[in-house]
């Protein structure tokens, strides 16, 4: 059974960074496809960030230039750097991963960004 247990949400003033963890049981990471989505109050949904087949870090055109993804094989566990928050970035955050052509989800970590 995969686990994903998400932590590092917070409440942080613009401009400032947050650094949220994903740690994964029961599966390597290293087979699965792993990333991060957003949902905000009223909102969809929304794909953050990704790791492609070939380890390389995809972003939504909002977050470009200031998230950054990365994993840890070693510890199992998928991070995402937030830097230069804005408010708009305000949402629950979701940890992603699929193995064997499985998806599953964290339980979320809220991020909010004052003014």
């Known amino acids: 059974q995969v686990q994903l247990v998400e932590s590092g949400g917070g409440l942080v003033q613009a401009g400032g960074s947050l650094k949220l963890s994903c740690a994964v049981s029961?599966?390597?990471?290293?087979?699965?496809?792993v990333g991060w989505y957003r949902q905000g109050s009223g909102q969809e949904r929304e794909l953050v960030s990704r790791?492609?087949?070939?380890?390389?870090?995809i972003y939504a055109d909002s977050v470009k230039g200031r998230f950054t993804i990365s994993q840890d094989s070693g510890k199992n566990t998928v991070y995402l750097q937030m830097n230069s928050l804005k408010t708009e970035d305000t949402a629950v955050y979701y940890c992603?991963?699929?193995?064997?052509?499985?998806?599953?989800w964290g339980q979320g970590t809220q991020v909010t960004v004052s003014s």
């Open positions: 992603w991963v699929i193995c064997t052509g499985k998806t599953y």
């Open positions: 029961g599966y390597r990471l290293s087979s699965c496809g």
């Open positions: 790791i492609s087949s070939i380890g390389i870090g």
